[in-house]
């Protein structure tokens, strides 16, 4: 089973992240995807008024980064 980033990237979702922290645009297929997932996640705002969703510890890119260290 993917996990919750690579199923991100599948869907065609936009993300972005701070170090390990996933950010998913705020969409009702991000948030299918969460619930479907039962993964919790924080809501807020960025400066520009865009709403996104964090999922902590699930940007799976700086995990694969610290594995190779």
């Known amino acids: 089973m993917k996990?919750?980033?690579?199923?991100?990237v599948a869907a065609g979702l936009e993300i972005d992240h701070?170090?390990?922290?996933?950010y998913i645009k705020d969409c009702p297929a991000a948030?299918?995807?969460l619930g479907k997932n039962?993964?919790?996640f924080d809501e807020f705002e960025?400066?520009?008024?865009?709403?996104?969703l964090e999922v902590p510890f699930a940007y799976q890119p700086f995990w694969d980064k610290?594995?190779?260290i």
């Open 46 to 52: 960025d400066s520009k008024d865009i709403k996104w």
């Open 18 to 22: 701070h170090e390990s922290d996933l």
């Open 66 to 68: 610290k594995a190779k």
């Open 31 to 33: 948030r299918d995807l």
């Open 3 to 8: 996990n919750i980033y690579e199923q991100c």
């Open 38 to 40: 039962e993964q919790n």
